[in-house]
Nanobody, 115 residues
């Protein structure tokens, strides 16, 4: 069983920063891709930043230049550094790991940006 443990969410003022972490544990044979999605109230689930199976990164246009995804492969951990946060970034952020046998999701962490 694979589990994803997220941390780092919280309340921050506009212009501030937060760093999210997501550590995967359990029997993971290989990781094809991993990253972050978010869902704001009344909006669709959307990609924020991911590592693709080829190792490159993809970012949502709305976060380019402000968010940075990184990872520690030895620890099966992915990070999301979020700078210059704006109220529109308020959402539940969820990490995922896509392995050879399945896709796993964390339970999500709330990020709230006040104006």
């Amino acid at each position: 069983q694979v589990q994803l443990a997220e941390s780092g969410g919280g309340l921050v003022q506009a212009g501030g920063s937060l760093r999210l972490s997501c550590a995967a544990s359990g029997r993971i044979f290989s990781i094809d891709s991993m990253g972050w999605y978010r869902q704001a109230p009344g909006k669709q689930h959307e990609l924020v930043a991911i590592f693709t199976s080829g190792g490159s990164t993809n970012y949502a246009d709305s976060v380019k230049g402000r968010f940075t995804i990184s990872r520690d492969s030895a620890r099966n951990t992915v990070y999301l550094q979020m700078n210059s946060l704006i109220p529109e970034d308020t959402a539940v952020y969820s990490c995922y790991v896509e392995s050879s046998d399945s896709t796993y999701w964390g339970q999500g962490t709330q990020v709230t940006v006040s104006s």
